[in-house]
């Protein structure tokens, strides 16, 4: 990605297309009376005359603010046509004029290379296509986008329905934007379903309630050291507590159940812990040890987010077994969920 951005201009795709407003025309009964012939005549006209002066320098104003922004790599528009029609003209700007007669002089195999992928008479919009540095450490895909609204809308003074952003981009920006609202959401619904699971299985709320805790505190600490490492969350990283949950309950469950019935038997909890330690602990502690040493293989990966994936994710199941081993019993002793 490094070597496309610094290279070839860029790696993610986005387009801003300029809708320009439509003049009033007036009604003439007479142009119904037109034969075919003086259709294309005129068809030719409106094509030589729709680039007007205030046209033009809408493309370049909105060329040469997305071209300074750090965060954007080659830009392409009518704009940039233009410059090379002005070097070899002697560095002689063409006038408006100028440029409606060489559009309708041009062959059609030229105007479909190099002109019609940025404007359309016909639509009466121009296109502007421009490349991310998706390299770059501090790049935030979504305030770029908002900074582009909000700059073309009140520094440049276009209309919110003169311009429209598209491109892969917005597809992408979209779906990150979804994966962190789903994020939130999910580990919520996931603790409640969590907590709802062990109400069914142990019937007692505090125990419900001290289960629930070890998988919180894991799943949330892995995302508060990737926060304070400065890791942007995407497809790989964003998973990984949904990972940790889903293993950390399995080892509650295992130390609960276990603790439940050596309980019944000692009616003693410093006993029972030690029970417990020694038999399903030891097991908890062995297969999380594996756990982590299978995802850790990925570290070896040349592909940076896999790392990323391989790295936390073992980190968060250590985590987890050191929760269910520690805090879970510790909250076991202090509130003594089955009595005195």
């Given at each position: 990605?490094?070597?496309?951005?610094?290279?070839?201009?860029?790696?993610?795709?986005?387009?801003?297309?300029?809708?320009?407003?439509?003049?009033?025309?007036?009604?003439?009964?007479?142009?119904?009376?037109?034969?075919?012939?003086?259709?294309?005549?005129?068809?030719?006209?409106?094509?030589?005359?729709?680039?007007?002066?205030?046209?033009?320098?809408?493309?370049?104003?909105?060329?040469?603010?997305?071209?300074?922004?750090?965060?954007?790599?080659?830009?392409?528009?009518?704009?940039?046509?233009?410059?090379?029609?002005?070097?070899?003209?002697?560095?002689?700007?063409?006038?408006?004029?100028?440029?409606?007669?060489?559009?309708?002089?041009?062959?059609?195999?030229?105007?479909?290379?190099?002109?019609?992928?940025?404007?359309?008479?016909?639509?009466?919009?121009?296109?502007?296509?421009?490349?991310?540095?998706?390299?770059?450490?501090?790049?935030?895909?979504?305030?770029?986008?908002?900074?582009?609204?909000?700059?073309?809308?009140?520094?440049?003074?276009?209309?919110?329905?003169?311009?429209?952003?598209?491109?892969?981009?917005?597809?992408?920006?979209?779906?990150?934007?979804?994966?962190?609202?789903?994020?939130?959401?999910?580990?919520?619904?996931?603790?409640?379903?969590?907590?709802?699971?062990?109400?069914?299985?142990?019937?007692?709320?505090?125990?419900?309630?001290?289960?629930?805790?070890?998988?919180?505190?894991?799943?949330?600490?892995?995302?508060?050291i990737i926060g304070m490492l400065g890791i942007p969350l995407d497809m790989m990283t964003i998973t990984i507590a949904a990972i940790t949950i889903g293993i950390?309950?399995?080892?509650?469950?295992?130390?609960?159940?276990?603790?439940?019935?050596?309980f019944n038997n000692v009616r003693n909890y410093e006993q029972t812990l030690k029970v417990c330690h020694s038999t399903v602990g030891a097991a908890i502690l062995?297969?999380?040890?594996?756990?982590?040493?299978?995802?850790?293989?990925?570290?070896?990966?040349?592909?940076?987010?896999?790392?990323?994936?391989?790295?936390?994710?073992?980190?968060?199941?250590?985590?987890?077994?050191?929760?269910?081993?520690?805090?879970?019993?510790?909250?076991?002793?202090?509130?003594?969920?089955?009595?005195?």
């Amino acid at each position: 990605m490094k070597l496309i951005d610094e290279e070839l201009g860029g790696t993610t795709p986005l387009e801003v297309i300029l809708k320009f407003p439509e003049k009033e025309k007036e009604e003439n009964d007479e142009k119904d009376e037109f034969d075919d012939d003086w259709g294309d005549e005129s068809q030719q006209n409106d094509d030589k005359y729709w680039f007007t002066k205030d046209k033009i320098d809408t493309i370049t104003n909105v060329h040469n603010y997305l071209d300074g922004l750090p965060q954007i790599g080659k830009v392409l528009s009518f704009s940039s046509i233009i410059e090379v029609a002005t070097q070899l003209n002697n560095d002689k700007p063409l006038g408006t004029l100028e440029m409606g007669v060489l559009y309708t002089k041009i062959p059609n195999t030229i105007k479909t290379e190099i002109i019609d992928p940025y404007i359309s008479i016909k639509d009466n919009e121009a296109r502007i296509s421009l490349r991310i540095i998706d390299s770059q450490e501090n790049l935030r895909r979504n305030d770029l986008i908002n900074k582009i609204n909000y700059d073309l809308e009140n520094k440049l003074g276009l209309e919110k329905n003169q311009f429209k952003l598209a491109g892969i981009l917005i597809l992408f920006n979209n779906l990150l934007q979804s994966l962190f609202k789903s994020q939130i959401l999910t580990l919520g619904l996931v603790m409640i379903g969590i907590f709802a699971m062990f109400l069914v299985l142990f019937r007692n709320v505090k125990l419900s309630l001290i289960g629930v805790v070890p998988n919180f505190i894991a799943a949330f600490f892995i995302l508060g050291i990737i926060g304070m490492l400065g890791i942007p969350l995407d497809m790989m990283t964003i998973t990984i507590a949904a990972i940790t949950i889903g293993i950390a309950v399995d080892n509650s469950i295992h130390y609960i159940y276990r603790f439940k019935e050596e309980f019944n038997n000692v009616r003693n909890y410093e006993q029972t812990l030690k029970v417990c330690h020694s038999t399903v602990g030891a097991a908890i502690l062995n297969t999380s040890i594996t756990i982590v040493f299978g995802f850790s293989i990925l570290v070896l990966s040349k592909f940076i987010p896999t790392i990323y994936f391989g790295l936390f994710t073992g980190l968060a199941m250590l985590l987890a077994m050191i929760s269910v081993l520690t805090l879970l019993p510790s909250l076991i002793l202090m509130i003594k969920p089955f009595g005195k």
